[in-house]
């Protein structure tokens, strides 16, 4: 089982011997950061209590750096989630430091909140917020002066949502941002069964019940009407089409890259969704033909996280999900073609996930070396694993998996003094630059205690290069837009997209390494409307900020 160390540790896989040049140093005592993620009663006697929360990077007050909003959820009262005021808004001071500026920002009503997802929903410069819960959802609009103000969402739809991950997009390319968000569990939640009234049992372990026996709840799907109002158009495009499901993660990109975005969808417990946009804002549910419902063995997984991004440098968007324990992540490689394969095994990824139990996730390049690796959040659901002989534990340590340059996935030893090093149950995490300093960052929740604040340290010596986009024509935060580099015979591909992770939403801009690389040949961005820009002769080590034309 994983314990304290005192040197490094890999479960299920070989540590690289080599010295590492690169550490995540956790700032968090130092930031002024004060917050305790509650989530349930301790001893997870009910689901709900073992999902966790997120976290979401943006600039609210467009000073050029990031600040943090993390969701909270609640206690319960027997099976039913008890709203409490336990989100907090940081703003971002620079050097590491964070300011509670919640009451005055006006960003917290009594939830019980899992995720939160940022878009500019009305084009007017400041990204605005959106809050999942256990119950009524909300939305925050950004009034410019660093207060939010509560706007209504579409009335006349249930109000027992159990609503997770959620992502902002222009899915009908006429300039606003329009609202994907996963549902979990439908029904009565004080139905769920109590403690010893229904006999659950996980690999022989006596454990709480769920999902499988429960009741799941269908996606939404808000449309934007071009004024920041919303009306829920779920039939309408198509993505009713399917079986309700336990939505857990989702992610936004163009796959197919014909220039729209598609939706892909991590379902616990169920196949995994992958809706096709048609170009008109209509979508087709495609997963099983493409190979991304089911792993390479023909089984649905627990998809908990989810990430979209190229992986094997090939130019074109792969997807990343994590799973449950006992089981792997799978990467799921775009073949070009509409199909895709589960490389989990040639990928090295198999034996040095089994063990976890992974939730948020990104594909980047956190060395810099032009190569994207893959950051997983990892911690189990049942505080039972640790009194049993299973080779997991309820606290793990999260990982990176770092791409070699051959799409083999590795890992690096991990120093005590290393924030990777820390044990705990985690879930939402938020990834970016959040020093400026050209390395991607990460803020990690941990279920019933407080978050992991880690500064990226790498000593590569690597270049990089980062693009803040700004829409005029198309959406003001530009989502969907795609950046290509072409660096002598390299082309590096990405787009925007803060969607992703788990219940949480990530720093917008995009970011590439470049490893030794001092100068970018030539940089195309393909904006959202379809129109292209090109930028020849491109220095490297700097964050441009580009308005479309």
Known sequence: MLAAVTGFFLLGGEASAQDPQISFTDVYAESQIRHRNISGDVTKRYIMSSLGSGACLFDFDKDGRLDLYLANGGPLQGSLPVASEGNVLYRNLGDWHFKDVTARAGADVASWSLGCTVGDIDNDGFDDLFVSNIGENFLFR????????????PSGLPGDFFSTSSAFFDADRDGDLDLYVTNYLGGDLAALPPPGGVDCTWLGLPVFCGPRGLEAAPDVYFQNQGDGSFIDATAEVGF???EAAFGLGVVVGDYDNDGDTDVYVANDSMPNYLFENNGMGEFEEVALFTGAAYNAGGLPQAGMGVDMGDIDGDGRLDMFVTNFSHDTNTPYMNLGNGLFADETASAGLAASTWFYLGWATRIGDFDNDGNNDIFVVNGHIYPEVDAGTLRTSYAQRNQV???????????REVLPEDGLSKIGSSRGAAFGDIDNDGDLDAIIINIDD??????NDQEMGNHWVSFALVGARSNRNVIGARVTLTIGSRVLVSEVRPSGSYLSSNDPRVHFGLGKADHIDRVVIRWPNGRQEEIANVAVDKIYRLVER
Not at 142 to 153: A, E, I, M, V, Y
């Open 450 to 455: 407080r978050p992991d604040v880690l500064r």
């Open 401 to 411: 998996l770092w791409n070699d340059g051959d799409s083999k996935f590795v890992e």
């Open 142 to 153: 950004n009034q410019g002066d660093g207060t939010f103000k509560r706007s209504p969402l």
């Open 240 to 242: 009713s089409s399917v």
